[in-house]
């Protein structure tokens, strides 16, 4: 058996020797007949429910009421005839006040000596059962008085002494089940996080939205532009990939007649990981037949204010040093007068691709010599220059034709679709656009998509000819939308990776952590 891997603050071989110790004291229940790791017990109880609960409680009062409740100890005190437990459950820390008179008494019958099995045979990280009566010691601390216990698993491994302010985070990402265990932060981040996607699907369906779910191994990778992952079905003999949206069937499915749709599903997108990308996310996209961008952008607006008052009861939220007005109705700007206001450069005047390369020169951007159209140096300019300044919630609308493959040609504005952008705290949360329903346009779209991937841009797409087929058959007017939720759940929750709200975050093998690719401005179009 290979040793286990080391809690910060110890070396492998103390690690084992404390392991050793604890497998003779799981000898020791066994052979006292007491089952180190048992299989129920009738919780009645929790922490943080007696704390509300008995918040007026005075000091030395006691209720009569047997409670049973079942947790993690994290703290251990020991005084001759008397001890005191730290107690943890899913919803927090409460005290054992634990009597040795007392617990002889009740469990004479099952365990003559369980005061000394209990001081002797538990640790700080085992799970115990307990049953007693609420009291409030003399200094105040809200206790369990614990007539019986049970042993319910003996952890053979030990809590991390020095958890906090580990440098080494990779750590707490690879052993997110102890970082959960000792830090309470982590673990409301992902309470939050399951209260986030549940009450967008909430929203969604009381609006009249149905969600229904679309494949992830498909035949073309297509409704963004990413690099996919490729796996192989063996008895289809056939290359799959791994979808890099939803978006495409989503927008079947309102061809053949559902009008309001939604998924929210994990994606995969074969990319470098930074602290605002993960090579699989989880995003949620929805689709309104007859409805337009403006429309949905008075949703997204009106959808995240929602979470915020019933989640975190305010509009006004922190974010690392910011505090970030989610109050609507949100600014909204193109790209164009956005690059204008904070560059002064105009792209409107400009008549060839030469002459925008000259025009943005003194800003020294990459990869401009790269871009073969004026609006792709438009959307470099904002990306590398505007797109961190967005730190109050901003649509950006009316992008580029050329980077912009799915979007409804803008009504009165050559050159540019009717799409927007939402960035909040310097990074895109949203992405939505009224969708295109011409097959002939999205064909040829298609077709230079395909161009380009054929000259080696491993993330453009192909041609979906039976998603064109659908389109032949009528897509109405439609307007669709995606969301990253991890990204959303960061802002909601102020953290400042997104490996901090996504539990078990890809990560290479421990030996080669120092190795990982981080690729901050990681091609990542979350969504739609």
Not at 72 to 95: N, S
Not at 254 to 283: A, C, Q
Not at 352 to 366: G, I, K, W, Y
Not at 481 to 509: C, H, N, Q, W, Y
Request: with cysteine; charged share 25%.
């Amino acid at each position: 058996m290979s040793a286990p891997a080391t809690s910060p603050g110890q070396s492998a071989s103390s690690l084992e020797e404390i392991r050793a110790t604890r497998l003779q004291k799981v000898a020791t229940l066994q052979q006292l007949g007491l089952n180190p790791f048992a299989y129920r017990w009738p919780v009645t109880a929790h922490a943080a429910e007696l704390q509300n609960r008995y918040t007026d409680l005075a000091p030395g009062e006691e209720v009569g009421v047997a409670v049973c409740l079942a947790g993690r100890i994290v703290a251990r005190r020991v005084f001759g005839k008397l001890a005191f437990f730290g107690l943890q459950d899913e919803t927090g820390t409460i005290q054992l006040y634990l009597d040795k008179a007392e617990i002889q008494t009740a469990m004479a019958a099952i365990d003559g000596d369980a005061f000394t099995h209990l001081k002797q045979l538990t640790d700080v990280g085992d799970i115990l059962g307990v049953k007693g009566t609420v009291k409030r010691t003399e200094k105040g601390e809200l206790s369990i008085k614990v007539g019986e216990y049970a042993i319910l698993t003996k952890a053979l491994l030990p809590l991390p002494d020095k958890w906090h302010g580990l440098t080494d985070v990779a750590k707490r990402y690879r052993q997110r089940y102890v970082d959960l265990i000792v830090n309470p932060t982590v673990r409301e981040t992902f309470r939050r996080r399951a209260l986030i996607t549940s009450g967008i699907r909430r929203y969604l369906e009381d609006r009249g939205f149905l969600e229904i779910e679309t494949p992830v191994l498909q035949t073309e990778a297509g409704g963004a532009e990413a690099r996919p992952f490729i796996t192989y079905h063996n008895t289809l003999e056939m290359d799959l990939y791994l979808r890099i949206a939803t978006e495409l069937h989503l927008k079947r499915l309102v061809v053949g007649g559902f009008e309001k749709v939604f998924e929210i599903g994990r994606i995969f997108r074969n990319e470098g990981v930074s602290t605002r990308h993960n090579p699989e996310f989880t995003s949620v996209e929805f689709y309104q037949a007859y409805a337009d961008y403006h429309d949905f952008m008075d949703l997204t607006e009106d959808l995240v204010a929602t979470l915020a008052r019933d989640i975190l009861g305010t509009l006004q939220i922190p974010y690392q040093e910011h505090t970030l007005d989610l109050t609507p109705p949100w600014r909204r700007v193109t790209m164009h007068d956005l690059v204008q206001e904070q560059t002064g450069l105009d792209f409107y005047q400009y008549s060839s691709l030469a002459e925008a390369r000259a025009a943005v020169a003194p800003l020294n951007l990459h990869g401009v010599e790269d871009c073969d159209s004026i609006g792709k140096i438009l959307n470099e300019v904002f990306e590398q220059k505007i797109e961190a300044s967005l730190i109050q919630p901003t649509f950006l609308i009316d992008h580029p034709v050329e980077i912009s493959p799915l979007a409804k040609p803008h009504r009165s504005k050559p050159g540019v679709v009717e799409r927007f952008e939402l960035f909040v705290a310097g990074r895109e949360t949203a992405n939505g656009f009224s969708e295109l329903t011409d097959p002939m346009d999205q064909r040829q779209r298609f077709e230079q998509q395909a161009a380009r991937r054929a000259a080696g841009d491993l993330e453009a797409s192909g041609v979906d000819e039976d998603f064109l087929t659908a389109l032949e058959y009528g897509l109405p007017p439609t307007c669709g939308e995606g969301i990253g939720i991890d990204r959303l759940v960061m802002l909601l929750t102020d953290s400042p990776s997104i490996r901090d709200v996504i539990a078990f975050p890809l990560l290479k093998p421990e030996q080669s952590e120092s190795a990982v690719s981080v690729s901050p401005q990681s091609p990542d179009n979350p969504e739609a």
